[in-house]
């Protein structure tokens, strides 16, 4: 295959981990505020919140789709490698997430609107219980995103900053 279209192909896998990563953040941060959002608001933020994590959903099948595709970042005895298995596990905490998040706005009392286009809490009765599981599950989820991300930054740095360092020629 021509250098050029492989190194597009990179570009465009490159372009997906931003945008999810941009949306995954600004979900952790904003996702415990939701608590505090007062009834009149709720449903403006609930309907983005749904929304760009239904978004995330699709972008996380797109990526895996895009890199088993093209056959990118394949690396021998990956499974050895505490780095890519930490990156891959992203793939399944970020699909699992969204599910997680869906099954918990079936039994709000409250909307959840997916950018107002998706009614995910008319697909249940209330169920204050049903809800609590699945809101526990959520933020647990959370909580090991937020830990993955934390080490998943610090090992990029350390092979940008240190590693790259090395490799520099006396
Ligand atoms: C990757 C995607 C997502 C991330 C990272 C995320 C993150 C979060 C976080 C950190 C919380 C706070 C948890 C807590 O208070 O214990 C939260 C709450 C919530 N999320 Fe998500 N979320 C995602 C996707 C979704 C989706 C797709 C839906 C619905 C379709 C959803 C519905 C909710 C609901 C209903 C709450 C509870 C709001 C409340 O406290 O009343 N989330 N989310």
Redesign the pocket.
């Known amino acids: 295959m021509p250098q050029k279209k492989r190194k597009s192909y990179y570009t465009a896998a490159k372009a997906l981990h931003w945008l999810v990563a941009l949306?995954?953040i600004l979900?952790?941060m904003?996702?415990?505020r939701?608590?505090d959002?007062t009834p009149d608001n709720?449903p403006v933020f609930?309907m983005i919140?749904?929304g760009?994590?239904?978004l995330?959903?699709v972008l996380m099948l797109i990526r895996w789709w895009w890199r088993k595709k093209h056959k990118l970042y394949v690396r021998r005895q990956w499974y050895k490698k505490p780095s890519i298995l930490i990156q891959l596990l992203f793939y399944p905490l970020?699909l699992l997430?969204?599910?997680?998040?869906?099954l918990?706005?079936a039994f709000?009392k409250?909307d959840?609107r997916?950018f107002d286009l998706i009614n995910?809490s008319a697909l249940a009765v209330e169920n204050e219980q049903m809800f609590n599981i699945f809101?526990?599950l959520?933020?647990i989820?959370?909580i090991v995103?937020i830990l993955l991300l934390c080490i998943h930054t610090i090992d990029r740095a350390k092979q940008f900053f240190v590693e790259d360092e090395v490799s520099i020629p006396k």
């Open positions: 949306i995954g979900l952790l904003s996702g415990w939701a608590g959002i709720k609930m919140h749904s760009l994590g239904s995330v959903f970020l997430q969204p599910i997680i998040g869906v918990q706005a709000t409250y959840v997916a995910y809101h526990k959520h933020g989820i959370a995103l």
